[in-house]
Structure formats: C-alpha cells, structure tokens
Nanobody, 121 residues
Framework: QVQLAESGGGLVQAGDSLRLSCTAS????????MGWFRQAPGKEREFVGG??????TTYYADSVEGRFTIARDNTKMYLQMNNLKPEDTAVYHC????????????????WGQGTQVTVSS
C-alpha cells in the first residue's frame, strides 16, 4: 500500500514562491509515475504537473508552465512554485500510479490528503 503525504503549504502574497514536498512509503519515486494535482473550492481536481518514473521527464499544465517546477530525489518529490497568483489558490495533492496517462486524474489510485496553498492579491 502506497501512502503519500504533502507538506509546505501556506498563505503567501502574489508574486511569492513556495515549495511543496511529497513524502511516500516504500520505494515509490523510482517505481511509480508521480503527479501533482490541485483542487480549488467549487472546482474539479486538475492536473498541475507530473514526473515519469525512469527518466524523470516532467510535464506541466499550461497554466503553470514556466512558473512551477517538479523535482524528486530518493525520498521526496517537490513542487517549486514561483510567481504565485491568486488563481493558484487550492489544495494541492500528490499522487502515484503505475499505468495510466500522467495527466489523467482517474489513473491515479494513490493520493495524499493535500496541503492548502492560499495566494492573496
């Protein structure tokens, strides 16, 4: 059973930076595709970015391309968020999966509880 936990959220101002972390049980980061998703109040959970399991290739939603960066090491995955905007306000979740498309929410069986990011204008 894969267990994920996010940390690093908080309240920041527009233009600030924040780094989220995702920790996992077991050797998840080398064996699973990993994704970051976010869910704002009243909206569906949406893809933010992901990283492939072998080559570590990263993928991003258009809305965060150039501002957010995903990285990982043996124990954690990170989401570096720069130039934050009020529309980035959401609960951010990390997720893990083996077989589906990296940007497809439905393909991820394992999810963390999420960490709140609030960006004030």
């Amino acid at each position: 059973q894969v267990q994920l936990a996010e940390s690093g959220g908080g309240l920041v101002q527009a233009g600030d930076s924040l780094r989220l972390s995702c920790t996992a049980s077991g050797n998840v980061f080398g064996d699973y595709k990993m994704g970051w998703f976010r869910q704002a109040p009243g909206k569906e959970r949406e893809f933010v970015g992901g990283i492939s399991r072998r080559l570590g290739t990263t993928y991003y939603a258009d809305s965060v391309e150039g501002r957010f960066t995903i990285a990982r090491d043996n124990t954690k995955m990170y989401l570096q968020m720069n130039n934050l905007k009020p529309e980035d306000t959401a609960v951010y979740h990390c997720a893990a999966q083996e077989y589906g498309a990296i940007d497809s929410r439905s393909g991820y069986p394992y999810w963390g509880q999420g960490t709140q990011v609030t960006v004030s204008s």
